[in-house]
């Protein structure tokens, strides 16, 4: 496969490294290369970029971007167009050899929604990356990407883009993942420090309602409640978001019980 090409940009199935800061002497050595072919069930090649910059057809149509094959596995369905049944979603199986080596049936449809709602709906990307720092309980980084958003310098690919302000972030739902809040994240995933960082920032909970150690903390490292400093304006309560569902963190917290009962015991959600 070394001489295969990629079907969009006609370019060897490789990556190029860049020459190495540290090497005193980099014109002496050729630049180093990676594997970055990814095959279709076609059998067409592509760089994951040059397919990822084709996502939005491809979802549109579920077709090759190259041959026009039908890609999901399983062929079309010839009752798809009279059932009135929810269709499942489709799996787009895939052979991906990059520098980690092959990953033999890799569904790149998920990879290829997420990158066709974003190139539509640019202003989404940093809370997608809210929600998945929710989900890691990363919240150093939740603030730091709050505070970025916040900065009047801060960049954008995209002058006529507008970007959600930090109390939208806060209450921004998921249109890929049931329209779940950034706190609905936290709560499932079990995050409890993104969860009491989430209601700090974006609810009018009683300062009183939070354990003592969560204020101080809070209040240490200057960070605003709903309405205050960067949170102008209030935004939408995020207790009483609802997602696809109609559930609010109120409900999720009951599904999952304890320890996540005692917050609604608390008085949080009234």
Known sequence: MATARCESCADFLVFTLSPDDD????????????????????????????????SASITATLTC??????LPSGGPSSSSSSSTAAQPTPSILTHYTNEGGVQPSLDIYPTLLEESFLSANPSARPARAFHTLAAEGEV???????????????????????????AQLLAWRDPLNGLRSALH???EAGQEEA??????????????????????????LGLPR????????????VRF????????????????????????EGGLFT
């Not at 150093?140 to 930090?166: I, K, Y």
């Open 23 to 54: 090497d005193p002497n980099p014109s002496s050595s050729a630049p180093a290369t990676i594997p970055d072919d990814l095959a279709l069930p076609c059998g067409c090649h592509f760089h994951w970029q040059c397919l990822l910059d084709k």
């Open 65 to 70: 971007p190259n041959c026009a094959s039908y």
């Open 140 to 166: 150093q980084g939740m603030v730091e990407l709050l505070t970025d958003l916040s900065s009047p310098d801060s960049d954008s690919d995209d002058d006529d883009v507008t970007p959600l302000t930090p």
């Open 185 to 187: 994240v936290a709560l």
């Open 195 to 220: 969860v009491w960082l989430l209601l700090w920032l974006g609810s009018a909970a009683k300062g009183e309602d939070f354990p003592g150690a969560v204020v101080e903390v809070a209040r240490g």
């Open 226 to 237: 709903r309405g205050e400093g960067i949170l102008a304006g209030g935004g939408e309560d």
């Open 241 to 264: 978001v609802r997602d696809e569902r109609g559930r609010s963190a109120e409900d999720v917290c009951l599904e999952l019980g304890a320890p996540w009962t005692r917050l609604v």
